[in-house]
């Protein structure tokens, strides 16, 4: 059995046409893989950055009760201040004095 000439024209375009879709999928590959080390590049920073955040996050977490402390200690100071009546407790008298005298006054009309 011998190809005749139609047959052969026939394989021709199916040869070529293959070749047309061979290099069509092989661009379409390469332009996916250009979109995959994009993402992969934006992935990749953005690890970075959540690991930068997550690091400061310890560190805050770790500084927290440490200043809560500090803060504790702080105010269990004034308030022992203020109980033993020390200059700090004259001081907060005179200005609740003061205040409540500013207070009774009636309001002034001019601006």
Known sequence: MHPTDATLHILREIRDELRLTRVDVAWRIDALGDRVDVTNA???EANT???RLESGHAEWAARVPAE???LTTAVREVRDELHAGGPLRARLDD???RLGVLEKRPPSTTP
């Open 95 to 97: 200005h609740e004095h």
């Open 42 to 44: 934006r992935l990749d």
């Open 68 to 70: 809560l402390d500090h």
């Open 49 to 51: 950055r959540l690991g």
